[in-house]
């Protein structure tokens, strides 16, 4: 049976449809999570993974880590100096725990962290706890040093060029004494063009 | 007189000679003072292949020099990239960490862009991340099409 020229256009318009729809349809597929991401020049992935590694590594190579002593560090504020939203307590995160696993560190409870931990030790020192399985309270142990830091960028922005340069600097102090046992940067310098 | 002379440039040469084979002298497991079979790694060349891992073809992009020291504790690499072509290219690389068993040491790194302007050599540094890595390869891919 020939097919008439009513069920071609049926035919036809149906297939245009399934054509269009699977054109327009989402694909969602998993990525490289150390991928180099170059979505935006804004803040991303890539810079906040390459900057916690660039002053983990720094970090390992002072005098004061591979001395073996596995001294006892907090960490306090990066400043973001920057004109865009960064979540530098996420920088500063991914840095401990990289210094964390590295075994050459150990990390004092910070500022942020300390609610919770003296809500614990109360909690603890509650009549629901056996007194004598509970912690005692007053052996807290301080950090000997300090780490903070400051994000910066400079953006230029020309017709059909942008340009966005960062500068991530971190400060290792000694809090006893003040001094400045360890610095350094990380710079990164992303450029789009139409 | 002449004689003692003699015996004292003997003395000499063969001390000094002592010390040059001292000093050629690799550790058990290092070539070229990077962790390494010594057995089967007799040039820089051979170092280079056996710790470069080319994730596809890179054109113009070699590693001209690999170097490796534990003077200052953690192992510490340099690696030398040369960009033999007139365009600049932009690359991405990291280390895969390993431990005496040859084991992964350490999670994947980030990949790292790096841009290289023609004919030119760029120094690429690390430290390893833990004491538990002693051996590394370093993995290059390419960021683009040559120009």
């Known amino acids: 049976m020939k097919p008439s020229p ?45 900057i916690a590694e660039s002053m983990t590594r720094s970090m390992l190579n002072t ?71 509970s912690v005692p309270v007053g052996k ?28 991530f600097n971190l400060q290792m102090w000694n809090v006893q004494t003040g001094l400045l046992e360890w610095g350094d940067e990380k710079e990164i310098r992303k450029t789009t063009s139409r | 007189m002449n004689m003692k002379l003699l015996v004292v440039v003997l003395i000499a040469s063969v001390t000094g000679a002592g010390c040059a084979t001292q000093n050629k002298i690799e550790r058990p497991g290092y070539a070229y003072g990077c962790p390494g079979d010594s057995d089967k790694i007799k040039s820089k060349s051979d170092l280079i292949n056996a710790k470069l891992e080319m994730a596809g073809s890179i054109p113009n992009i070699d590693v001209v020099d690999l170097r490796c020291t534990e003077r200052t ?55 390893a991340p833990t004491q538990e890595a002693v051996d590394f390869k370093v993995v290059v891919m390419d960021q683009e099409k040559p120009q």
């Open chain 1, 63 to 133: 005098p004061l880590v591979t001395s073996g002593e596995r001294p006892i560090m907090t960490v306090q504020e990066v400043k973001n100096k920057t004109s865009e939203y960064i979540d530098t307590r996420s920088i500063t995160d991914s840095i401990r725990t990289e210094l964390q696993k590295s075994g050459r560190v150990r990390f004092a409870v910070d500022a942020a962290a300390m609610d919770q931990q003296v809500e614990e030790l109360k909690r603890q020192q509650s009549d629901y706890y056996d007194a004598k399985k």
């Open chain 1, 6 to 50: 009513r069920m071609r256009l049926a035919g036809a318009a149906l297939l245009c449809a399934a054509a269009i729809l699977s054109g327009c349809a989402e694909k969602t597929r998993y990525g490289d999570a150390r991928g180099v991401e170059t979505v935006t020049n804004q803040f991303g992935s890539t810079d906040l993974q390459m």
């Open chain 1, 140 to 167: 807290m142990v301080g950090a000997a040093y300090r780490l903070e830091g400051n994000i910066t960028s400079i953006v230029k922005e020309a017709k059909d060029v942008k340009d966005v340069f960062y500068k």
């Open chain 2, 73 to 127: 504790g953690p192992l510490r690499i340099d690696v030398d990239f040369k960009n033999t072509g007139n365009e600049t290219r932009r690359i991405a690389y990291r280390f895969r960490w390993l431990d005496r068993e040859g084991m992964r040491a350490w999670d994947d790194e980030t990949w790292k862009p790096l841009l290289i302007y023609g004919n030119t050599q760029y120094t690429v540094t690390t430290t």
